[in-house]
């Protein structure tokens, strides 16, 4: 670890930049969605907001930052997976849906949240990118560039958003999926991302020079194989984590609806006949 704090100053490796963009950003937040007298806001709200905020410091302004981008593959998938799996939805979690229906879906974004609102794709889509990004050739030339590697994460993350959008749901009006339906989204999410997941364990040979030139020199026994086979162990865990605790509030979501619904009874079936309330049962008039 000497070595990082020796080639390194304090600002590179603690981001004050970051600093001062994750300070405005729960400026903002505070003043105009927690103290907005129009908007619900809950604990849950500013708990989800404020812990994207933190984590997001975390990946981009701190000592890990300059390991994931100078040391080990493993510290940049770490990144990405964060990025990814936990801080863009905790930050779409964060948002309520006054607010959201407001920004999201209004006259001059109606149509384009809508088409890109549509899961199937967006499964696909966010999935296959991360795929190519991850390959090596791809990979190996995206981070040659500044340019290249600025446009890939503004891309990831975006069809990320699109991807949490449709699991989390937070307009009924830009896309309504049933809770099934998204569990079985969960399901082939999950499965999409494996196969890179597994070449990234099993492969026995340095693909990533970037990474491979400097293998060794902030963990002596880190190797650039067991540094990739590190980044497949970390981008499935951190992935599954993440749809595990989607499944479990849609699925609780779900039970405490359904339980709302037990002993409720339907209006369409019911008439009134001089004063006598008649059920009457689905299919019989």
């Known amino acids: 670890m000497s070595v990082l704090f020796s080639n390194f100053s304090w600002y590179e490796l603690w981001g004050p930049l970051y600093l001062v963009f994750c300070g405005l950003l729960s400026y903002w937040y505070f003043k105009r969605v927690v103290f907005f007298h129009r908007l619900t806001i809950t604990t849950t709200h500013i708990n989800c907001f404020m812990s994207a905020v933190v984590l997001l410091y975390l990946i981009k302004g701190s000592p890990l930052a300059v390991i994931a981008k100078h040391y080990l593959f493993s510290a940049h998938i770490l990144q990405l997976s964060v990025l990814f799996f936990a801080i863009i939805p905790l930050f779409i979690l964060g948002l309520p849906t006054s607010f959201l229906r407001q920004y999201f879906w209004h006259y001059r974004t109606r149509l384009f949240m809508g088409m890109l609102a549509y899961p199937w794709v967006n499964v696909f889509?966010?999935?296959?990118?991360?795929?190519?990004?991850?390959?090596?050739?791809?990979?190996?030339?995206?981070?040659?560039?500044?340019?290249?590697?600025?446009?890939?994460?503004?891309?990831?993350?975006?069809?990320?958003?699109?991807?949490?959008?449709?699991?989390?749901?937070?307009?009924?009006?830009?896309?309504?999926?049933?809770?099934?339906?998204?569990?079985?989204?969960i399901f082939f999410a999950s499965i999409l991302l494996m196969p890179i997941g597994i070449f990234l364990l099993i492969i026995q040979k340095e693909h990533y020079h970037v990474y491979a030139a400097v293998a060794g020199d902030l963990i002596p026994f880190m190797t650039a194989i067991y540094d990739q086979q590190l980044a497949g162990g970390i981008l499935k865990v951190v992935q599954l984590t993440s749809y595990v605790f989607a499944l479990l509030k849609i699925v609780l979501t779900w039970g405490k609806e359904e339980d709302e619904k037990e002993g409720q009874v339907d209006d369409e079936n019911i008439r009134v006949v001089q004063g006598v309330v008649i059920y009457l049962q689905q299919g019989k008039r």
């Open 125 to 185: 889509l966010f999935n296959g990118i991360v795929t190519v990004y991850l390959l090596p050739p791809v990979f190996n030339t995206i981070q040659e560039s500044v340019l290249l590697t600025l446009i890939s994460q503004v891309v990831l993350m975006l069809v990320a958003f699109l991807m949490w959008w449709v699991i989390i749901s937070p307009i009924p009006e830009v896309s309504h999926i049933p809770y099934l339906s998204r569990i079985v989204y």
